[in-house]
């Protein structure tokens, strides 16, 4: 079993800049990929980035590449969101994910096995 707990939601004006955290219970966090997805009302939950256990691999949603940047500590069984230039659409509840697959990244909603409380982000126009 894996518990997730984010943090470091909040709001921000367009433009700025904001870390989102995901703290990992557990003893063999480096065996599970992660990944961030996020879901805005009234839209389905979408991908915006992954990252392998060994944290040498990475993916991104098109949307957010260039902008947001993913990185793990595996000593602090954490995994962290960095978001640059955000824009209003970037506004969602963004959650955390950890699976039992390992290698690479994964991108997609069905491969999570377990699943953080979310935390707000709201950027402002």
């Known amino acids: 079993q894996v518990q997730l707990v984010e943090s470091g939601g909040g709001l921000v004006q367009a433009g700025g800049s904001l870390r989102v955290s995901c703290a990992a219970s557990g003893r063999t966090f480096s065996a599970y990929a992660m990944g961030w997805f996020r879901q805005a009302p009234g839209k389905d939950r979408e991908f915006v980035a992954a990252?392998?256990?060994?944290?040498?691999?990475?993916t991104y949603a098109a949307s957010v590449k260039g902008r947001f940047a993913m990185s793990r500590d595996n000593a602090k069984n954490t995994v962290y969101l960095q978001m640059s230039s955000l824009k209003p659409e970037d506004t969602a509840v963004y959650y955390c994910?950890?699976?039992?697959?390992?290698?690479?990244?994964?991108?997609?909603?069905?491969?999570?096995?377990?699943w953080g409380q979310g935390t707000q982000v709201t950027v402002s126009s």
């Open positions: 994910a950890a699976t039992y697959l390992y290698g690479l990244a994964y991108p997609l909603v069905d491969e999570y096995d377990y």
């Open positions: 990252i392998s256990g060994s944290g040498l691999s990475e």
